[in-house]
């Protein structure tokens, strides 16, 4: 199928990842998660877990 960049949502801990992909068009979205010492970034959209990015990007909830 075909599809188009600003329909793709990149998601990643390091933030040059999600600034290259938001470069290239993607929709962008930073995991912070404590355990991982992630420092949140001010560039993108930022979630905590899956449940999260569903909910900030109007995804189907996870089963």
Do not use: I
């Amino acid at each position: 199928a075909n599809v188009s960049a600003d329909e793709c949502l990149f998601l990643s801990d390091v933030e040059a990842e999600l600034d290259a992909a938001a470069q290239a068009g993607l929709r962008t979205c930073q995991l912070v998660r404590a355990q991982d010492r992630t420092v949140a970034g001010t560039r993108h959209a930022v979630a905590a877990d899956f449940a999260e990015v569903a909910k900030q990007f109007g995804l189907p909830k996870l089963a």
